[in-house]
């Protein structure tokens, strides 16, 4: 490569009916400083171009991280999803054994109620029953006896007197 260094130091032939050295020289000079000039903004253009690289290659490098990082983001995203889904199923699937327990448990629990009704229906009826049969045999008993109709107002009446001082009592 040329350098300005040889354009200064250039030595012609002089002839006859030549260029003015004078001419050359003031040409050549100018022509030097032009070309140191040319020189140092190419080797700063170098140095940018260099140090324009360098940062395109760090921003590559981040620009690779990022993708990566949205890549993985994006995965996980996507797993978390897919658990909150298997924990959604999880949950339902425990509500509805649960709900279904529930049921069942109010079903057995009515069944039983149920039953239990039916067997004081049957208690009253039976008691019903005995009481009639019971009063029955009072009834027959005090026809029988001769007792009248005084004597046992009368010992209705004492009935209700102690029935009422027994509940002053308590």
Not at 126 to 150: C, D, P, T, V
């Amino acid at each position: 490569m040329l350098t300005p260094r040889d354009i200064h130091e250039a030595e012609f032939k002089t002839v006859w009916r030549g260029y003015s050295p004078q001419e050359v020289d003031e040409f050549l000079g100018k022509l030097v400083k032009k070309y140191e000039e040319l020189c140092q903004e190419n080797e700063n253009l170098k140095e940018s171009l260099e140090e324009l690289e360098t940062r395109l290659g760090e921003y590559s490098r981040l620009e690779l991280t990022i993708v990566d990082t949205l890549e993985t983001a994006k995965r996980t995203a996507e797993d978390l999803k897919a658990v909150a889904e298997r924990e959604r199923e999880v949950i339902l699937e425990e509500a509805r054994v649960r709900a279904e327990a529930i049921r069942q448990r109010a079903r057995e629990g009515a069944h039983e109620e149920l039953a239990r009704l039916d067997a004081l229906q049957r208690e009253g009826e039976s008691f019903r029953f005995k009481f009639r049969a019971l009063l029955e045999l009072y009834l027959n008993m005090l026809e029988e006896s001769g007792i009248g109709q005084e004597q046992l107002t009368k010992a209705f009446a004492d009935m209700e007197t102690e029935v009422a001082s027994a509940e002053e009592e308590e």
